[in-house]
């Protein structure tokens, strides 16, 4: 991974030159180093209260306060058994907890499916320890049944330490990738094919990492939110029905919804019909249900973990047939079912409507369908000068407009407007079958 922004993966696998760093823990370094790490080889050793959490373990005392057998926390044998135990798993003759202390971190429950715990580098900004973890899934079954925990050894430190988990999966089954504070260039460059002015290139610090949905949100997923609060959507409030296709042409009938349309829909496809009043109804919700914020992602926010780190057209590359992996678009079957649907590419990617979620290669955050399937809804008002005034640190768009921007290009559209600076928009209660969203939750760290 050359890009940068991605994860810097850390092997689970031991370093036994821990045993070299018995000298003073470093005070200021900004990487701490993982002296060692396991995955859930002995899942009863540190047992946590809550899923997606984690502690930091100082002495043998809280290892076993942590354990199976809490009540035995002060008896003597039992912390040596646990330290014990613990050094094994690590594959490690002795813990130093002058020098030395435990992360210990729990994943979710899968659905039964087994997982493993991997820590990424730990990261010191100022005086709090940044602990980013990754829980892996296995297809094959383990003995254990419980969420993944992980444990890795570090050098001691005595700032505050926040453990920041990599993949969420919320009360949707909603999978939510953590996405790296950091710079890069929003907009293309002078040169790029197809470009429009407005896509003047400028640099853009987003300087919180936040979590975004690995998919558009999908029809399923809409069906709860529906199911809880009988909210009617736009296009049901006003009878009017949104605009599709309608197996010959691109039109507004009152009979086309989130719920009905033209093509087949499964519940894992992604929800279309939506307004960008409807997203943010969707995302209140979800707010509400699971006390965290839920947001729509920012113009800003949305090309940045579209781009994941590259500067080309697209994710995937330049040229259009670079598309072919990653995005569902207007292509041959398309053509096939819509006669004047002249933009459509030669290719064939298997989906003349909508796909469903998750179909094509993900981008280097993890990211699915970032181009094609659906538009997705910004939080943004559109503006075409926007760029020449906008600051560079955490742009939100203008304070007023009359369109909210949209991203990304659908299953309808050719390449160009697939690219990742491409910019669309629509009035907030428009609604079509090539527009969705997918939502931006708030990190749970402080
Ligand atoms: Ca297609
Ligand atoms: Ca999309």
């Known amino acids: 991974m050359s890009r940068g922004l991605s994860f810097p993966g850390v092997c689970v696998v031991v370093a036994l030159a821990a045993m070299s760093l018995h000298g003073q823990p470093p005070k200021d370094a900004k990487e701490l180093k993982i002296l060692a790490s396991a995955s859930d080889t002995e899942p009863n050793l540190i047992r946590l209260k809550k899923d997606d959490s984690g502690v930091v373990i100082r002495s043998a005392q809280e290892l076993v306060a942590h354990s199976a057998k809490p009540d035995s926390a002060k008896d003597p044998a039992a912390q040596k058994e646990a330290e014990a135990a613990l050094a094994r798993a690590l594959k490690l003759e002795k813990i130093d907890w002058s020098m030395q202390m435990i992360l210990a971190v729990q994943g979710h429950p899968s659905k039964g499916e087994a997982g493993s715990i991997r820590f990424d580098v730990p990261r010191i900004t100022e005086k709090v320890l940044r602990v980013v973890w990754n ?40 999978s939510l990738l953590l996405i790296p504070a950091g710079k890069f260039v929003m907009g293309s460059p002078k040169g790029e094919e197809d470009r429009l002015d407005e896509e003047l ?147 064939n990617d298997g989906f003349p409507f909508t796909s469903p979620v998750g179909s094509f290669q993900a981008n280097d955050f993890g990211l699915h369908d970032m181009h094609g399937n659906v538009w997705e809804w910004c939080s943004d008002w559109y503006d075409e000068s926007y760029y020449t005034k906008s600051p560079k640190q955490d742009p939100q768009g203008p304070t007023t407009g009359k369109e909210r921007v949209q991203r990304g290009g659908a299953w309808s559209t050719q390449p160009k407007f697939c690219r990742c600076a491409f910019r669309d928009y629509h009035v907030p209660v428009y609604r079509s079958d090539c527009v969705g969203f997918r939502v931006v939750a708030a990190t749970t760290e402080k």
């Open 135 to 174: 829980q892996e899934h296995r297809v094959t079954r383990f003995p254990y049944k419980g969420p993944p925990t992980g444990f890795a050894l570090v050098d001691r430190f005595e700032g505050e330490v926040v453990f920041v988990p990599r993949k969420q999966v919320n009360s949707l089954d909603m």
């Open 201 to 347: 290139p400028h640099e853009v610090e987003i300087t919180q990492h936040f979590y975004l949905a690995k998919h558009e949100v999908t029809v399923g997923q809409f069906k709860a939110f529906i199911k809880a609060t009988n909210y009617q959507t736009e296009a049901e409030k006003d009878g009017k029905g949104g605009k599709a296709f309608d197996g010959k042409e691109f039109v507004q009938k009152p009979e086309f919804t989130w719920k009905k349309l033209h093509f087949t829909q499964t519940d894992d496809h992604p929800v279309t019909v939506v307004s960008w009043n409807d997203a943010m109804a969707f995302c209140a919700w979800l707010s509400k249900k699971e006390g965290r914020i839920y947001r729509l992602p920012t113009e800003a926010e949305w090309e940045y973990a579209c781009r994941a780190g590259t500067k080309t057209r697209f994710s995937a590359g330049a040229r259009d047939a670079d598309l072919q992996a990653v995005a569902n678009l207007a292509d041959a079957t398309l053509q096939l079912k819509w006669k004047d649907a002249f933009w459509a590419t030669k290719w």
